[in-house]
């Protein structure tokens, strides 16, 4: 062990045995097995569950630095589903002069009468507005391979022959993107990355050597603290992440009601007269509308029951919900919850108040749908 360094090939960080709490530690049986990971992927893989290990901003900001000085193509992927919770904003500063092709993960969510054509155009217009202007733009869905085959294509004539990084939020979908790269360009057909629902599973830069010297390199999972995926449980993560196509849900509102989303955010519909509204969030996640001025009220008496999740063991440890107010001027305006869906005002002239735990963000944006 002392001269060999090895590292876990489900999340990539070195391989040690001397401390069980601290990351990368793999008991020294395992050293012999095949497939080495650490303890904390093997936990993760067999028995679905995460233990808490350290890795600091730093070494996050340390890896990406390291990109900028590099001559690389670099692969963005946010998910589509939660475009402006997983943009990590400051990446056009680190990268510095290299190309970037832009990826949105998880097409298979948003409604099949959407045109793919128009969420590309929808893409590039917001990754300008955010300062990034990539090559070019792809939609994918990595857990059911649409679009990975071309991708491939792709980043193999854009690379020009240089390495590759992949870089994304956590929870994008990045391990099981790269996944199926490795079996576009290997043929290997075990997962040998680690994937889960929990953000923060890949933890070091691993390294993907691509048959002409050069690597693919998977860097770690940016933790983007503003995720509503920090405020819910397993259980809740687990009905907040929509798994199948998002059955879009209309209600016609008048001035003075409200719709909860679980117990998690709210939508107060203020003035504007009778209006439609279009919800876009997991279908297992309950709507319920109330008339705004007993809304506080029913949050008090049913978070927890009525309005979950946060489930009642978590009641006690929830933020309060923040407000933030908004008027819509145009007609088709997401107003968006990160990581949890948005809902598109159709039409102009309505006053909003969006509220949700501190912490997390709520922007809005011209209507990706
Ligand atoms: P990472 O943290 O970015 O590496 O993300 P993972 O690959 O671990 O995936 C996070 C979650 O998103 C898991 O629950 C995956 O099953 C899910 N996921 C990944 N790709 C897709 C996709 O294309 N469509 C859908 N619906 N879910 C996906």
Redesign the pocket.
């Known amino acids: 062990m002392e001269n060999q360094v090895l590292h876990c090939q489900g999340c990539g960080v070195k391989i040690q045995t001397e401390n069980k709490t601290e990351i990368g530690y793999a008991p020294p049986s395992a050293l012999d097995r095949e497939v080495l990971i650490c303890q904390r992927c093997f936990r993760l893989k067999h028995y679905n569950e995460i233990q808490d290990v350290s890795l600091t901003d730093d070494d996050f900001l340390k890896i990406l630095n390291g990109i900028g000085d590099s001559d690389a193509l670099v692969v963005k ?1 946010v ?1 589509i ?1 939660d475009f402006n919770g997983s943009w990590l904003p400051g990446l056009h500063r680190f990268v510095g002069k290299n190309k970037v092709l832009l990826v949105g ?5 948003l409604p099949k009468s959407v045109k793919n054509s128009k969420l590309i155009h929808w893409m590039k217009y917001s990754a300008s507005q955010l300062g990034l202007k990539p090559k070019d733009v792809y939609l ?5 391979g ?1 679009g990975v085959q071309e991708l491939a294509a792709a980043i193999d004539f854009h690379r020009e022959g240089k390495n590759v990084y992949v870089v ?12 199926k790269i490795i079996k576009e360009f290997s043929g290997v057909t075990d997962d040998v ?10 933890l070091d830069l691993i390294d993907i050597p691509l048959d002409d010297g050069t690597s693919l390199f ?1 860097t770690p ?1 940016i933790i983007n603290h503003h995720q509503m995926a920090h405020f819910v449980n397993e259980k809740g993560l687990k009905m907040i ?4 196509e998002i059955k879009p849900r209309v209600f016609q509102l008048n001035e003075g009601q409200t719709l909860y989303f679980g117990g998690l955010a709210r939508f107060d519909y203020i003035s504007g007269g009778r209006k439609s509204f279009t919800c876009y969030v997991s279908n297992e996640l309950n709507i319920h509308r109330t008339k705004l001025e007993k809304a506080d009220k029913l949050y008090e008496d049913h978070v927890g029951e009525l309005l979950f999740p946060p489930f009642e063991e978590e009641v006690k440890e929830f933020p309060p919900l923040v407000k933030q107010e908004f008027m819509i001027r145009e007609a088709k305006t997401d107003i968006v919850f990160h990581g949890l869906g948005w809902v598109t005002c159709n039409e102009p002239g309505a006053k909003i108040v969006a509220h949700v735990p501190k912490g997390v963000g709520v922007t809005i944006r011209q209507s990706l749908i």
């Open positions: 992927i998910d589903f993960n998880k097409v298979d969510l994918i869905s990595a857990a059911k649409e994304g939020c956590t929870n994008v979908g990045k391990s099981t993107f790269i996944n990355i680690t994937t889960s629902q929990f953000p923060g599973t890949t998977d999972g992440s929509p798994r199948k």
